[in-house]
């Protein structure tokens, strides 16, 4: 099971702070997604004061940007995700997912990224080995017309985010989980969109996409 809590900010100074409530559930993790149209990133986050592990991160032409960062039992309770930056970042997009019943130990059982400046589609394939790992991916998306990304139809694939920031010109973020994903094996988190080809001419349609999969 999950919760998750949204943050979005256009033009924001560092730091950004949302707050995020954990249920009181076993083994749990909370697992943080940003994203940014800028050559600024996290250099770190924090929840209740304490640090997180940043376990993956794309970028496309060091303009768009995602992330994935994680805390393995954070405390039960109502507190801050607080994203810290060198330089102030724009376009930011945040969410918070809480997980349950994640190992302790050793939670991440596979990664996976991938930036292109293209058309689209948006993917990336990460290759889980344990049976009912959790996979969280974020993908990020320059935009020029209010382009869209659709998921692709995954069995318990539910979207947890789609939105765009500071149309026509900015980003657009999508955000899914799969889980529990019955079987091990590669797992192609993709993302169709609505750019034309032109764009790459133009160098504006470019995207980055990151992936975590979690061991039960």
């Not at 794309?58 to 801050?80: C, E, H, K, M, R």
């Not at 799969?178 to 094996?185: I, K, L, R, Y």
Request: net charge positive.
């Amino acid at each position: 099971s999950l919760a998750r809590s949204p943050a979005t900010s256009p033009n924001n100074a560092s730091p950004i702070s949302w707050s995020h409530t954990v249920g009181n559930n076993n083994n749990r993790i909370l697992v943080v997604t940003t994203s940014q149209r800028s050559a600024a990133i996290p250099t770190g986050i924090t929840y209740a004061g304490t640090p997180m592990t940043q376990m993956v991160r794309s970028d496309s032409n060091a303009v768009i940007f995602s992330t994935i960062w994680y805390l393995i039992n954070p405390p039960v309770g109502t507190a801050n995700i607080v994203v810290t930056y060198a330089a102030s970042p724009n376009h930011f997009q945040g969410n918070g997912i809480s997980l349950y019943n994640v190992n302790q130990t050793n939670p991440v059982d596979a990664q996976a990224g991938a930036n292109a400046l293209s058309p689209g589609p948006i993917s990336t394939t990460i290759t889980t080995t344990t049976p009912g790992a959790w996979i969280v991916d974020v993908a990020a998306m320059r935009t020029q017309l209010s382009e869209t990304i659709t998921p692709s139809i995954m069995a318990n694939r539910v979207t947890r985010e789609n939105t765009s920031l500071s149309a026509p010109i900015g980003v657009r973020t999508g955000v899914t989980t799969v889980g529990p994903a019955a079987t091990a094996g590669a797992y192609v988190m993709s993302w169709n969109t609505s750019h034309v080809a032109g764009c790459v001419t133009a160098n504006s349609c470019m995207w980055a996409i990151s992936a975590v999969a979690f061991k039960p």
